[in-house]
Every structure is written in structure tokens, then in C-alpha cells.
């Protein structure tokens, strides 16, 4: 993380961040949905049904790869992608622990 200096943060602090930064693109959470609703893809599939160009395609999929929320299959010439459910799991319980914080309950706050 570089300038962040990361290593001040606990390690669910930056777990967090990291979940955010990658799903911090609409073209990823365009990806995402797409793999939800087919529950497998390849490369091309999803190239005709979000309108971006293959390169560009396959930097997001990286992306999501990286972070563990997709895996690939490859298949012949072609690589198949769906979601991690282990990981999506881990992912969403991680987001929702935090999300799910309550605030406090000062009534005469700001």
C-alpha cells in the first residue's frame, strides 16, 4: 500500500480497504453481476454484455482474481470465470461485520 503506510492499520482495516478498492469500479460490479446471474462466463460473454473492450475486460478480471472473488478454469482457448463462493463468502462476511456497525447513540450529536 505505499503511501498509506499500511503497516499502521490492522489487518481488518486494510482488509477492508483492499475490498473496497477492488469493488470500487462499476465495471467490476457490472463483472460481478453478471457471474451471479450466469454463474460461469468466459471472457468473451462478457465483453458483448457490458460494452468494454477485451483488454480492458481481462485488467478488471485480474483485478477481481487477485482479491480472490472470481477463479478461472481454462478451457481450450478460453478461460471460464465465476465466482469463489469460499471467498465470497469471507468477502461479504468481512463487508457486512462492517457495514453492519451500529453508531453510536449520542441524540445530540452534530
Request: hydrophobic share 40%; glycine share 8%.
Amino acid at each position: 500500500m505505499g503511501l498509506t503506510k499500511a503497516e499502521i492499520f490492522t489487518e481488518e482495516q486494510n482488509e477492508i480497504a483492499s475490498i473496497a478498492k477492488v469493488l470500487g469500479h462499476p465495471a467490476r460490479i457490472a463483472i460481478l453481476q453478471y457471474l451471479f446471474k450466469t454463474e460461469a462466463c468466459i471472457c468473451g460473454d462478457l465483453v458483448n454484455e457490458i460494452g468494454l473492450a477485451q483488454p480492458t475486460i481481462s485488467q478488471h478480471l485480474k483485478e477481481l482474481k487477485n482479491m480472490g472473488i472470481i477463479k478461472g478454469t481454462i478451457e481450450g482457448t478460453s478461460v471460464c470465470y465465476c465466482i469463489d463462493k469460499d471467498n465470497w463468502q469471507r468477502v461479504s462476511g468481512t463487508l457486512g461485520v462492517f457495514i453492519n456497525k451500529k453508531p453510536f447513540s449520542i441524540d445530540d450529536c452534530c
